[in-house]
């Protein structure tokens, strides 16, 4: 009887660390309330749009990263996703966006799923997955954008 109890017991322990692992690599290991702390500003990593100086690097930084192929993916409902919009502040619009939820506006599930999309964000660049919100100077040191 003893065995049974045994044998019950691990069975649940695993069974409740399989569903944590499945849960971490279908978010990408992002949990929700998952904040950039010690960086200033309303989004971290993201530059300050205040100057037009600021405004110009980040359009010419979403051009090129356009130019380049660069491919963000992502989710209408993901807080990591509005982040990383949200550093582009107007130059979003240059973006080369795909929606992977398939009730989102312009979704396109079956491109998400045949590039093996397991988190959002995630940028891809000449075969390169590039998981989570990127800072824009990331992003353009992955592109070498100045």
Known sequence: MDSKKIYLFFSIVIAIVVVGLLVVFYTGG????QTNSGESGDVAGATTQDS???KEWIEGLAKKLTEKGVV???AYWCSHCNNQKKMFGD???YIDYVECD???EGANPDECKANEIEGYPTWIYEG???PGEMSLEKLAQIVGYK
């Open 30 to 33: 992002q949990k929700p309330d």
């Open 52 to 54: 037009s100086q600021d």
């Open 72 to 74: 963000m993916y992502g």
């Open 91 to 93: 130059a979003v619009k």
């Open 102 to 104: 398939p009730s989102g």
């Open 128 to 130: 390169t997955k590039y």
